[in-house]
């Protein structure tokens, strides 16, 4: 079989406001509606439009965001900007008491933003914030595409997951699925069995 040509979109454009529907949108909403308040509490933002982060940082949770790529810096964010790897966080053990993060399980590792290409790109970041996660705390994980299939395909730019691959994936890095909810955004909110038409998955994790 041949090597996968992976996409990359390093100068991708940084979405700052969405809409009411669509996958970054859904993934903000179910991000808000789970953490609820925070209270002064942090919270780590993987990779995430900045508009999940502003969303967050609004319900009184104290924010950092951490990407490959750097924000603008002229721009006054209300949270902390942070620049750095998924699969390397450049945080202490239990430093959060929260982590969110859409669309990155589906291609940390693959280089599509200029970060290192790691085949278990997936299985580093699940460890990394399992690690930074405090004792109690919840990872509102937004995986990605995914579908009702038998198994996982490469789509660049990004992997297409299947509901039970990610249950197992997750499980075999420590986490528990606390619970699962549909983001379709092309089946009427239900999963998709075409690989090429995904849907999007919004998950709680917690660690075992």
């Known amino acids: 079989m041949p090597a996968v040509t992976w996409s990359r979109t390093l100068w991708e454009p940084w979405t700052v406001s969405f809409g009411p529907t669509g996958p970054y949108a859904v993934a903000a909403m179910h991000a808000s509606q789970v953490l609820g308040l925070g209270e002064g509490r942090s919270c780590l933002v993987i990779g995430s439009a900045p508009a999940e982060a502003v969303t967050l940082a609004s319900l009184d949770w104290r924010v950092t965001h951490l990407d490959y790529r750097q924000l603008d810096p002229e721009t006054p964010w209300p949270f902390t900007v942070c620049q750095g790897d998924a699969m390397a966080l450049p945080f202490p053990d239990h430093t959060f008491d929260a ?44 995986p990605g595409p995914v579908y009702l299939g038998d198994d996982p395909v490469d789509l660049p730019p990004h992997r297409v997951t299947t509901v039970e691959a990610f249950h197992r994936l997750v499980q075999a890095h420590g986490w528990h699925v606390q619970h699962c909810a549909v983001g379709g955004i092309n089946t009427d909110f239900s999963f998709s069995t075409d690989p090429t038409a995904p849907d999007y998955l919004c998950a709680t994790l917690e660690a075992c």
């Open 99 to 142: 982590i969110s993060s859409t669309c990155v399980l589906c291609h940390v590792g693959t280089g599509r933003y200029g970060d290192p290409q790691q085949a278990d790109g997936e299985a580093r970041m699940l460890r990394e914030c399992r690690r930074v996660l405090r004792p109690g705390g919840s990872f509102v994980c937004s």
